[in-house]
């Protein structure tokens, strides 16, 4: 089993709609989780963390995060075409503050 | 720096040479770490360091890598005698505390 799991994709959305995105890990001590979006040939930027249960919003996105169940998702509001990336889920699993990455869902929001 | 600063930007070499990589962390980061992210690949955790001490180094693939940081800030990776498997994309990330990494903008890295 993958220690940090997400659905590869391609998850397409039509612009204006919520897309949501999701992130399974095995690690149960994980304590901080983030969101990261990856635009082809680019490199990861940090567009959320989360670190308690429950929702945490910024702008138009949301993370939910529920330890119980090793589940943690992100939820963008009005999508937009600019919003099409792949993003990646990345979890701390303890060793001071190395994380370990899923291997990302690619987003496509279409017109 | 402003940001986090990698160079070269692209690197070809031939088989067999070695190579140097190397990261210019954020100023006061102390944390810094190597991830490699091969073609639709994931990222592929190699090495941390905390200051200038690397208390993890376990995703290092083989002992032709190794890696050194000095003061406290600028990286260097280095590959000894490269292979085709070792053409990735060497991104390289510093942090402060536990709020999440800033990534450099990577060294493409293509063995030829």
């Known amino acids: 089993q993958k220690e940090v799991e997400q659905n590869s994709g391609p998850l397409s959305v039509p612009e204006g709609a919520i897309a949501s995105l999701n992130c399974t890990y095995s690690d149960r001590v994980s304590q901080s989780f983030f969101w990261y979006r990856q635009y082809s040939g680019k490199s990861p930027e940090l567009i959320m963390s989360i670190y308690s249960n429950g929702d945490k919003e910024d702008g138009r996105f949301t993370a939910q995060l529920n330890k119980a169940s090793q589940y943690v998702s992100l939820l963008i509001r009005d999508s937009q075409p600019s919003d099409s990336a792949t993003y990646l889920c990345a979890v701390n699993t303890g060793t001071a503050s190395k994380l370990t990455f899923g291997t990302g869902t690619r987003l496509q929001v279409t017109l | 720096g402003a940001g986090v600063s990698q160079s070269p930007s692209n690197k070809v070499t031939e088989k067999g040479k070695d190579v140097e990589l190397r990261c210019d962390p954020i100023s006061g980061h102390t944390a810094l770490y190597w991830y490699r992210q091969s073609l639709g690949q994931g990222l592929e955790f190699l090495i941390y360091f905390q200051g200038n001490s690397a208390p993890d180094k376990s995703g290092l693939p083989s002992d032709r890598f190794s890696a050194e940081r000095t003061g406290g800030s600028v990286s260097t990776l280095t590959i000894q005698r490269t292979q085709q498997e070792d053409s990735a994309v060497y991104l390289c990330?510093?942090?402060?505390?536990?709020?999440?990494?800033?990534f450099g903008s990577g060294t493409r890295l293509t063995v030829v």
């Open positions: 990330a510093s942090s402060l505390s536990h709020y999440g990494y800033t």
